[in-house]
């Protein structure tokens, strides 16, 4: 069966370096960076085209700055926004 294709978008200017969705992302698809945003943090980067659009990254950001997308669909799959406390999170395939 043909892999899922996946993509997501980081909102740099926000991540905190903490390094979470690197380690989580079971396809070594992001990295942090060696620049900093202007906050002083190196910030999470999609660093090649393994994604699968798994969510792993976006579920465990702490500071919700990552979309997920998944090939085919129209909508992201998975964005968390303005977490003020705590969510359950369905997902649908
Ligand atoms: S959606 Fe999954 S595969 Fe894609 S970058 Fe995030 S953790 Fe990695
Ligand atoms: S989990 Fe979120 S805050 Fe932490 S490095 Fe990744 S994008 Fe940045």
């Given at each position: 069966m043909a892999k899922i294709k996946g993509h997501v978008t980081i909102r740099t200017e926000n991540c905190k370096g903490c390094d979470l969705c690197v380690h989580e992302?079971?396809?070594?698809?992001?990295?942090?960076s060696t620049a900093l945003n202007t906050s002083g943090y190196p910030y999470a980067v999609l660093v090649n085209d393994t994604c699968t659009g798994c969510t792993n990254c976006a579920l465990v950001c702490p500071e919700a700055v990552i979309t997920v997308f998944r090939e085919g669909k129209k909508k992201p799959i998975?964005?968390?926004?303005?977490?003020?406390?705590?969510?359950?999170?369905d997902i649908t395939s």
């Open positions: 992302c079971p396809q070594d698809s992001l990295q942090l998975a964005i968390l926004s303005h977490v003020t406390e705590n969510i359950t999170v």
